[in-house]
């Protein structure tokens, strides 16, 4: 059974920063791709950050260069670092990976940027 549960979330001021952590269970984490997602009120789920098995990270174009996305493969953790929030950051932030063709999501957490 794969379990992915979200933790960080949080209010924050416009400019301000946040760690998200996404803890995985039930999949040999190592081997995965991990992604986090957002969805804003009245938007569409959108692909925030992607980091491979290897380590290759991703960004969607409008958090490049604020947002980082990293892993810890013994704690089998994946975290997203954000930096200089706008408040259409806003929104509820996603775990997801891929297992065995089936997509598994956390429950996610919410992260409301103030301005």
């Known amino acids: 059974q794969v379990h992915l549960v979200e933790s960080g979330g949080g209010l924050v001021q416009a400019g301000g920063s946040l760690r998200l952590s996404c803890a995985a269970s039930?999949?040999?984490?190592?081997?995965?791709?991990m992604n986090w997602h957002r969805q804003a009120p009245g938007k569409q789920r959108e692909l925030v950050a992607s980091?491979?098995?290897?380590?290759?990270?991703n960004y969607t174009d409008v958090v490049a260069g604020r947002f980082t996305i990293s892993r810890d493969n013994v704690w089998n953790t994946v975290s997203l670092q954000m930096s200089s929030l706008k408040p259409e950051d806003t929104a509820v932030y996603y775990c997801?990976?891929?297992?065995?063709?089936?997509?598994?999501w956390g429950r996610g957490t919410q992260v409301t940027v103030s301005s």
């Open positions: 997801n990976t891929k297992h065995r063709g089936s997509q598994f």
């Open positions: 039930g999949i040999n984490f190592r081997l995965y791709t």
């Open positions: 980091i491979s098995s290897n380590g290759n990270k």
